[in-house]
Each structure stands twice: as C-alpha cells, then as structure tokens.
C-alpha cells in the first residue's frame, strides 16, 4: 500500500470538518512541507511559520481541494505560493544563518558527518537563494521531494514543458554557481 | 545531433525522461563528445548533491501547535454562528415590540372612541330623567333657569 493510498478518505472527512483528521493530515505531511520552506525561504524561523501558515490556510480552503487531485499536490501548491508571498527579512548575515543546521545536527550524531553534511547543505541553500523564484520551486519539488514533471505541473499550475524547461534551467545555474565547490 | 541539441536534453536524460530514438542518439553522441560528457556529469553531480543533502524535519510539537491553532479558532466560528443569529433574535425582538405598541395605540383609540360615546349616552340619560317638560318658561336665577341653560349647552355641544 503505497504512502498516499488512504489519502482520499483523509481529504473527505477534512472537508466533513473533522478536526482529528486534519491532525492526521498535519502530521503525514508535516516533514514534507517543512523540508521544502526550508529550502524556499533559507532560514528556519520564516520556515517554519510558512509551513504552519500552509497548513491553516490548507484547513481554511479544503472544502476547495477537488478529489481529482492528489492531497500531497494540493497541499505543496499552498506551501510554495505561501512561500513566494512570504517577505523574508534581509539581513547580511542570512547566509551566515545556522538555524537550519541545528537542525540537521539533531539527526546526525557524528562530527564528521555534521560537518560534510552542514558544507553540502549551507553551499546548496546559497546556491537555491540565487536562483529566480519559479526555477527554485521546481527543482526543489524535482530533487528533493521527488514529484515527476506531471506532479510538478499541477502544483504550479504550468505546462509540462515549461517544467522541464526551468528544471533544465535551474540545474545549468546551479553547475554554473557551484562549480569547483561540489 | 548537434551540441546544442545535446545540452537541452541532459537534464531529462538525467531524469529518465528520454523516449528511445533520442536515448539513442544522445548516448551515441555523448561517447563521443568530451564538452558533452563533461556538463552532463557535472549536471549528475548536482542530482547527487541533492540526494545525500539531509531533509528536515518539522520542529518538534509542530503538529501539536498547528492543531491547537485551529481548535482555538473553532468557538469563533460557533460563537460567530451565534452572534448572527443573535442579531436575528434582537431584530425579532424589536419588530414585536413594534407591533404590541401598535395593537396598544390601536387598541386605546377604540376604547377612547367606546367611552366617549358611552358619556355622551349617560349624559342624554340624565338629561331625559331630569326633563322639565312641564315648565313652559323659566324664570332667570331661577334653579330651573340654570337647569335649562345647562341643557341648553349640552345640546349645543
């Protein structure tokens, strides 16, 4: 039985108002949407709030989620337009934010491990901030929460090919951005 | 196929998104092309960063909060519930309050109009039983003279 096989009756007793199902639903996805603010936004707190804000607003509108659609599209279409309208506060030292690699150093036991694993994760999030909005929410959606080029079209409301195209896009940036770093 | 044909293929190659005749002609190409070879393995070393970078994970009572969040918003929405349809009540109220004060202005003017024409019988029954017929005149000063002038008036009115 695949993750999202009971899907469907989650959805239907959401949108009946039960308010221990959408815990559930909070719960199964919670990880998901986190992961992908956090690759969105950069630093954990505006993450965070983005991904609470996901969820409340997926609670306000989910007489709206139409059945024909997958529950985990609906709700990664409300967390990357959260995202996009979320104004993150400039401050020189955002790259420099360690936050999200507390988070990781909360996983990851071995010194040796939390280093390799806090370089790759601090040279991918600056690269992720370079890159224009649309290309960053499809290659993130692409790479790290592994939806195919159909998922990734119904999330954000795009043609296949435009897709493919920002994937094929953000993946030049990135090897331009990163060079010699990986 | 060219080069340029080459390189806008290589992230569906690495996707696995290539249908058989392109397949073909990118692997034959790509053996023979170094500038080729080149990008698309540095194309695969961006897929593989992305793989061995570790997912985060929601902060811990996350859900928690975001459900206690929601249970707080719930009594608003009965209360709102309510306080709509105490604005129904209240309007309700008022429009009976309405209608009593009007059956009561009603009601009064026609207990008004019962009385006056009740006094007036009363009054045309006292004057039948203290009628003087027998006197033709009265003189001025006279009991009889005050009770003729005071009918006198009333049949005026």
Not at chain 1, 18 to 23: C, E, I, P
Not at chain 2, 35 to 49: F, P, R, S, Y
């Amino acid at each position: 039985m695949t993750p999202f096989a009971d899907d469907p009756d989650l959805a239907r007793r959401c949108i009946a108002g039960d308010l221990s199902a959408f815990g559930e639903l909070v719960r199964k996805y919670q990880d998901k949407i986190y992961n992908l603010c956090c690759y969105m936004l950069q630093d954990s707190d505006s993450a965070r709030d983005a991904a609470q804000e996901t969820f409340l607003k997926a609670y306000s509108n989910v007489k709206e989620f139409r059945a024909e659609s997958a529950l985990y599209s609906w709700l990664y279409r409300i967390a990357v337009n959260t995202c996009l309208d979320h104004k993150k506060k400039a401050r020189p030292d955002q790259l420099e934010d360690e936050s999200l690699l507390t988070d990781l150093a909360s996983s990851e036991p071995t010194p040796e491990r939390l280093y390799q694993a806090k370089e790759l994760g601090r040279t991918l999030q600056a690269a992720l901030q370079k890159l224009p909005e649309e290309m960053r929410a499809s290659i993130i959606l692409k790479e790290m929460e592994g939806l195919s080029y159909e998922e990734i079209a119904e999330v954000l409301h795009v043609s296949l090919g435009t897709v493919k195209s920002r994937i094929s896009r953000a993946r030049e940036e990135l090897r331009r951005l990163l060079q010699g770093k990986v | 196929m060219k080069c340029s044909q080459i390189k806008e293929l290589i992230s569906r190659y690495v996707d696995d998104d290539l249908g058989p005749d392109e397949q073909e002609a990118f692997t034959l190409h790509i053996r023979d092309c170094a500038g080729c070879t080149k990008e698309l393995e540095e194309i695969q070393a961006i897929h593989t960063l992305f793989a061995s970078a570790d997912r985060f994970e929601a902060p811990h009572g996350f859900a928690t909060r975001v459900v206690a969040h929601l249970e707080e918003r719930e009594p608003s929405r009965f209360w709102g519930f309510l306080a709509f349809h105490r604005t129904l009540l209240r309007a309700a109220e008022l429009v009976l309050a309405l209608v009593v004060f009007m059956v009561g202005i009603i009601s009064g003017n026609v207990l008004m109009a019962d009385r006056t024409s009740e006094k007036q019988t009363i009054l045309a029954n006292v004057h039948s039983s203290f009628s003087l017929d027998l006197f033709q005149a009265t003189p001025p000063g006279s009991v009889g003279g005050a009770y003729v002038s005071l009918v006198g008036a009333a049949d005026e009115r």
